[in-house]
């Protein structure tokens, strides 16, 4: 499979020569020329430093072991041995952050490390879900959608002190210097912890330096658990449970060679849940959400002239495509939607045709993406039965335009210029495709590629309330940009509360998000640790379990929620290994081949179980989320005698165990329904 075919952030090359032209994410005919990043010529003296990617992600996982979150654009993480530890434990995910230096004129000098300076990184992250507001959706739809009061959780605590004292989960300014500094981990100076309900530990990770003296922010264990053994009541509400989810900025004070100190430019760490198909992003991901902020807000420059067909287009295309192997709507598109097959090569190659005669072809496909840009009366009936078939912000009001997923408007906007063929035709790039690590990438283009790497394979909607991150992600107020306009897009803001409690009254309306209320300042504005992960589900694991499939009155096709992170319909391993046996006819091959099974079965309950329930489910997944497989890459049979229509490369799920919680299962015991 060709790199661009992983499909995230991929572009034609940049300037001339080779180094230039391999850059997976800009288009030098695609981009404004004062974005074009640039590399400060030799001997340029440092005028400031940032900490990159400037939004970094870090994944819960039960397992010791561990792999680094994406650096380049375009490649997902592909760890030795893959996902688990075993069957029973999820590897962890590690963000890295790294320091770039900038001359007076905003051109990159290169990275700085250990090796050329005492770096002294700190991070204070924090979980603060118990002590804030409860989800009911998002409070910046306006009248579309009306934003719902959420009160607090947990309010029978009273006082913001008792709330403090019992709901917040401090993992406290957590400080790191030198090369290979807690190389093994375990080292009490790095960990990250605080306290629940009184005096139960809760980790929050720990951090690490590689032989660089790069940060390596490692997450917590994905635990949620609650003291006074609660029940589980609610998707994204429950008092009295705790998990682990953390968030918090990322700061780093440097001492250069020559004796010189700078701050560099904070960034920020969320550490959040698993991606369940790391090799498949979302149809919009945050990257994109975040990029139409900083176009709309004129932060960025929107790509003027033809637009890159590599770069912005065909992207959507692709994670179209790779749809079919996480859901039943996508796979079955042919029969709610005539549309043709984005992975057929000669269809690409239609797709990517400029030319006027292909104008009608390209707009009959245009019409069958939905248009955010729709929102009357009839938006609703218009625009249902679009691409991508998944539920949107709005679900809570039916006949809103908002009850269906929304495009960011930039990304609608290269689909419409695709459309009128207003783009160029650079869908292969050998040297792109030839990128395998950053060092592969121009100096000057590093920086920025490590925030789209850390982004890109984050879901972009709907913020109902999401997958890792939520709605204010898309919020001006969030960043430093605007209150500085020489800030970087990307970076959010820093607060400076003097409580990670932030009482706003008895409700969180739409008026106190944007303004505040109480004497507290705005939610949606400068942030403290823990401030961006208190806004998704508590625990974690019952949305994760709750976000699947969707049944309404149609039987066909069915609404999802976010297939690209947790997968809905899966081609299981078993049944792919039936589909490569060669001692089977073509035909039987092919019926394991077509059939799907739900990826979350099994989690609310295995044998009679008459009265297993969505309750539960979220319940069980609490305990079960480490046996949920993984959807990866494999090849198909290339056997003289295999099925014409099988795909060179597929997407199965693998890793996944059994569902039984009472003791280890094997085939040996037999099957007895419990």
Known sequence: MKRRDFLAGIGAGLGTGAAMMAFPMIAKS????????????????????GIYPAIGISRVGGSPKWF?????PGLPPRPEGGFKDGKQLIKKQVQRFRIYAFDDQNRVIGEITGNDATINWQVHVANTKAAWYGFNNPLDNGELAPGMPGQLRNQFFVSDKKREDMLVIDGGATTITGKNTNKDGGASDYAMRGHFYGDNPVGLGEIRTDDAGRLLVFPPDGKSSSPINAGITSFADNDGWHDDWCDGPVTAKVTLGDGTEMVADGAWVACVGPNFAPEIPPVSTLYDVIEDLNVAQKWSSAPGGKISFRKYIYPTFRRLALMEWLTNAANLREGWLKVGDFSDPAYIAKLADPSPDNKTFRMEVFDKFRNPENVGPDAYKEEQLKMPYMLGDGVNYDGSPLQWFQFPKLQYSYLKAWAAGDFIDDFDDASADAITELDDMDVALRPHALTEAALEPCSGGAFHPGVELTYYLRLAPMYERARNKTAEPFRIAHGDRPSLIQNIGRLLTPEKAFNGGNGAPPPI??????????????????DAFSCQQVLMQSDFPTAVWWPALLPIDVLPERYYDEMMRTDLSADEREKFFENRVPWSRGVAGIGYHANASYWDGITNMITLWQRMGFVVRKPGPTDAGKPKNIPAEMFVEVERS????????????????K
């Open 30 to 49: 695609a981009i404004a020329s004062t974005d074009i990043p640039k590399a400060a010529p030799r001997g340029a003296k440092i005028a400031r430093l």
């Open 658 to 673: 059994d569902m039984e919680m009472n003791y280890i299962w094997t085939p040996q015991d037999g099957e007895l329904p």
């Open 525 to 542: 504005g400068p942030q403290m640790p823990g401030d961006l992960t208190r806004w998704m589900g508590l625990p974690w694991q019952c």
């Open 68 to 72: 680094l979150a994406p650096e380049v």
